[in-house]
């Protein structure tokens, strides 16, 4: 079953709320942001690239990293490639000048951001988190990322996400 892209601006329904807000407010959102919907059981990268046709180069995941340091935990959302790992306790920890850094819980992630686990996105997150986007996610024409919630998914490229972002890119991998 191919998707149906269609403007994001035009289905705000099909994302979730700090999603549909920060796509209201952008400047220009234009066609630079598409979204699909999609079975919300196949929301998991691996069982939505398989069953959507989706090659995992051309999907990006979102984390959200908690850095720890004095006492102060703060946040952040770190974007790679389905097919890459992200260097949280060494490349992430560092460039957030932090003594631990680690994957946020899940119940901590969902109530902080107001998105669905599995469907987190760096679009609509509060604007004092750092994203960092991996290098190699630049280079995708188009790349597909959460919408918030697990029944759609958001298309762009990988310069377009940086730009909707603010993201600062830098090589995550392991």
Known sequence: MPLE???AVDRLDLVADPVAKAISEA???GSALSVAE????LAD??????RYGVALEDSANCVIVAAKRGGETRYAAVMVLATDRADVNGVVRRHLDARKASFAPQADAVAITGMEYGGITPIG???DWPVLVDENVTRRS???IGSGVRRSKLGLSGEALVEATGAEVI????
């Open 5 to 7: 892209w269609t403007p």
């Open 38 to 41: 999609i079975d919300p059981e």
């Open 171 to 174: 090589a995550l991998t392991l």
């Open 27 to 29: 400047k220009s959102p």
């Open 45 to 50: 990268t691996a069982a939505f690239c398989e």
């Open 142 to 144: 188009f790349v597909v």
């Open 125 to 127: 997150l509060p604007a």
